[in-house]
């Protein structure tokens, strides 16, 4: 079982930054992906940013140059760094991981850009 925890939520104005955190425990080995998905109000699940364990990132195209996924091996966490933050990024941010053929997922943490 692995375990996520996610963290950095909040209230942001627009053209604001936050970073989310997703720190992970439980049977981390054989963790080959890490993601950030979100859902937004009436919509669906949607892929935010992807990265794997040799490094490489996937982004979706809505936040391509806002948004940076990267990781830090020695605290089992993957962080999101989101700039430029526009209304239309509110939603629920979920932490995503991939273990051999199986997800698991965060709890979720609201992310709200609004004046």
């Known amino acids: 079982q692995v375990q996520l925890v996610e963290s950095g939520g909040g209230l942001v104005q627009p053209g604001g930054s936050l970073r989310l955190s997703c720190a992970a425990s439980?049977?981390?080995?054989?963790?080959?992906?890490r993601a950030w998905y979100r859902r937004a109000p009436g919509k669906q699940r949607e892929l935010v940013a992807r990265i794997t364990s040799g490094g490489s990132t996937t982004y979706a195209d809505s936040v391509k140059g806002r948004f940076t996924i990267f990781k830090d091996n020695a605290k089992n966490t993957v962080y999101l760094q989101m700039n430029s933050l526009k209304p239309e990024d509110t939603a629920v941010y979920y932490c995503n991981a991939v273990r051999f053929v199986r997800e698991y997922w965060g709890q979720g943490t609201q992310v709200t850009v609004s004046s």
């Open positions: 439980g049977s981390i080995s054989g963790i080959n992906v």
